[in-house]
């Protein structure tokens, strides 16, 4: 199990975060008797997307940028059955990391969201997996809209798969997990690898695609203002 750990913050993600996340999944992979990897997040809230004081450090950019990415590679392509926990709120980037994983749990009055755009943000990276798991119009509401919606809506479009009682989380991952153990693991394996190469593209493909425009957005004065009002907890000044 791999908790992220940063509960102060809601376990808004910073490079020393996505630096321990990749090295705990490459831990867990590496270990030949680990067949899945159960992820949750410590304290109120599963994740809150990019630590916003830290990404407003214009020298951190390409840096987290391409740490997210390979934060998302790795947990979408490990061969192990990945297993997110979700509780609280799954924002943006925190979003991103529960869609990578194979199978979705989440507490009830959990909300989720992809409020980029009104960072001044594309959420490029995330939607490499909304792409394999909504609709285009759902995907245009999430986008377009950045609201928050609450567990049930989540599992109703096909971005969670479970929605139960917050302190019926864990039991129900220890539910499917138990599931998994019971397949053959080769076969497991197998199958894992033949979703990801069904699709015309490869994920890696897809984020080194989305990093191009996540980094076009990173790098412009409407991000620098979005950041900026986050911060400042103001209303966002965009040119007309």
């Given at each position: 199990m791999v908790t992220l750990n940063r509960p102060e913050r809601r376990n808004a993600l910073t490079l020393e975060l996505l630096n321990e996340l990749v090295a705990a999944i490459k831990v867990s992979s590496d270990q030949t008797s680990e067949r899945v990897l159960i992820l949750r997040g410590a304290g109120a809230a599963f994740c809150t997307g990019?630590?916003?004081?830290?990404?407003?450090d214009p020298k951190k950019a390409h840096a987290t940028a391409e740490m997210v990415a390979n934060t998302l590679v790795a947990l979408s392509q490990t061969r192990l059955i990945t297993i997110a926990a979700v509780h609280?709120?799954?924002?943006?980037?925190?979003?991103?990391?529960?869609?990578?994983?194979?199978?979705?749990v989440a507490a009830?009055?959990?909300k989720i969201g992809y409020p980029e755009v009104r960072r001044g943000l594309v959420a490029g990276l995330?939607?490499?997996?909304?792409?394999?798991?909504?609709?285009?119009?759902?995907?245009?509401?999430?986008?377009?809209?950045?609201?928050l919606i609450d567990a049930e809506r989540a599992r109703e479009i096909g971005?969670?798969?479970?929605?139960?009682?917050r302190?019926?989380?864990?039991?129900?991952?220890?539910?499917?997990?138990?599931?998994?153990?019971?397949?053959a693991p080769e076969a497991i394996?197998?199958?894992?690898?033949?979703?990801?190469?069904?699709?015309?593209?490869?994920v890696k493909e897809?984020?080194?695609?989305?990093?191009?425009?996540?980094?076009?957005?990173?790098?412009?004065?409407?991000?620098?203002?979005?950041?900026?009002?986050?911060?400042?907890?103001?209303?966002?000044?965009?040119?007309?």
């Amino acid at each position: 199990m791999v908790t992220l750990n940063r509960p102060e913050r809601r376990n808004a993600l910073t490079l020393e975060l996505l630096n321990e996340l990749v090295a705990a999944i490459k831990v867990s992979s590496d270990q030949t008797s680990e067949r899945v990897l159960i992820l949750r997040g410590a304290g109120a809230a599963f994740c809150t997307g990019l630590d916003l004081k830290e990404a407003a450090d214009p020298k951190k950019a390409h840096a987290t940028a391409e740490m997210v990415a390979n934060t998302l590679v790795a947990l979408s392509q490990t061969r192990l059955i990945t297993i997110a926990a979700v509780h609280g709120a799954a924002v943006a980037g925190g979003a991103g990391i529960m869609s990578a994983c194979d199978f979705v749990v989440a507490a009830e009055k959990t909300k989720i969201g992809y409020p980029e755009v009104r960072r001044g943000l594309v959420a490029g990276l995330i939607l490499t997996f909304l792409r394999r798991q909504v609709g285009e119009r759902d995907i245009r509401e999430l986008l377009f809209g950045s609201e928050l919606i609450d567990a049930e809506r989540a599992r109703e479009i096909g971005l969670v798969n479970r929605v139960v009682p917050r302190g019926d989380v864990m039991s129900e991952v220890q539910k499917f997990a138990e599931s998994v153990l019971q397949g053959a693991p080769e076969a497991i394996a197998q199958t894992k690898r033949l979703i990801e190469e069904l699709w015309s593209s490869s994920v890696k493909e897809d984020v080194d695609l989305a990093l191009k425009y996540h980094m076009q957005a990173r790098e412009s004065a409407e991000a620098q203002e979005g950041i900026a009002a986050f911060n400042e907890k103001r209303k966002p000044k965009w040119a007309e």
